[in-house]
């Protein structure tokens, strides 16, 4: 790593280079991983109107978006998650304060029933702050 990643904009900047560079999307997150570490070792950067949770579900606020590119803050409250679901793409989070649980499932079932997934539970971990997930 070059130089150290302290804010949002040194962040987007590299990940832009990383996306127009890389020709095999799931090299994407593995080439940005370092970089979101990094970003994460630091905390001021992220203001605090992002950081406000819900108490009704989980809060999402777009930190920046652009053709290839999304950066999203969510905060959970104890207890809070989110529905299985499937990015679809390639993705990765970091967690930049406490801690969440993080399950990933595989599909069973042969896909031909609309609206319908059987799942199995394949991986279930405790990620904890400065720690990076990758996701296909």
């Known amino acids: 790593m070059a130089r150290e990643i302290t804010d949002l904009p040194s962040f987007v900047a ?3 280079t990383v996306v127009a560079q890389t020709t095999d999307p799931r090299q994407i997150p593995v080439r940005l991983k370092p970089y979101l570490e990094e970003l ?10 992002y950081r406000e949770p819900d108490p009704e579900t989980f809060a999402v606020y ?6 290839n590119l ?3 803050s969510a905060v959970f409250l104890p207890g809070q998650g989110t529905p299985v679901h499937d990015h679809a793409i390639w993705g990765m989070y970091g967690v930049l304060e406490n801690e969440t649980e993080d399950t990933r ?4 079932d042969d896909g031909s029933r ?4 059987e ?10 702050a400065g720690e990076v997930m990758i996701s296909y």
Not at 40 to 49: A, G, I, T, Y
Not at 105 to 108: D, K, M, P
Not at 121 to 127: A, K, L, M, Y
């Open 14 to 16: 590299i990940a832009r």
């Open 40 to 49: 994460l070792r630091h905390s001021e950067w992220l203001d605090q109107q």
């Open 62 to 67: 777009t930190l920046h978006q652009e053709p």
């Open 70 to 72: 999304l950066v999203m």
């Open 105 to 108: 499932y595989a599909r069973v």
């Open 114 to 117: 609309p609206g319908y997934a």
């Open 119 to 128: 799942l199995r539970v394949i991986e279930t971990r405790r990620v904890k």
